[in-house]
């Protein structure tokens, strides 16, 4: 891949995750709202929330990669 086309595909990724997470926040605000399933949908929607972060902002998913590709 060029250069160009790696930074699209980052920005592509970043803009993606970005998304999500505003998305998972606004569904956090509308699940605070209901009393009976809220508790429930808010600790589901963290966990995803987690997810997210910990594969796109801590590279923990390199961590079961093969090092072969040269990251650190």
Excluded: C, Q, W
């Excluded at 808010?42 to 990251?71: C, P, Q």
Aim: charged share 15%.
């Amino acid at each position: 891949m060029s250069s160009h086309s790696d930074k699209s595909a980052l920005i592509k990724r970043g803009l993606i995750v970005a998304l999500g997470l505003g998305l998972l926040t606004a569904l956090e605000f509308f699940a605070g709202r209901v009393p009976e399933m809220g508790a429930v949908l808010l600790v589901i929607i963290a966990v995803g929330k987690a997810a997210l972060v910990l594969e796109y902002f801590m590279h923990v998913g390199k961590l079961f990669s093969d090092y072969s590709d040269g990251g650190h």
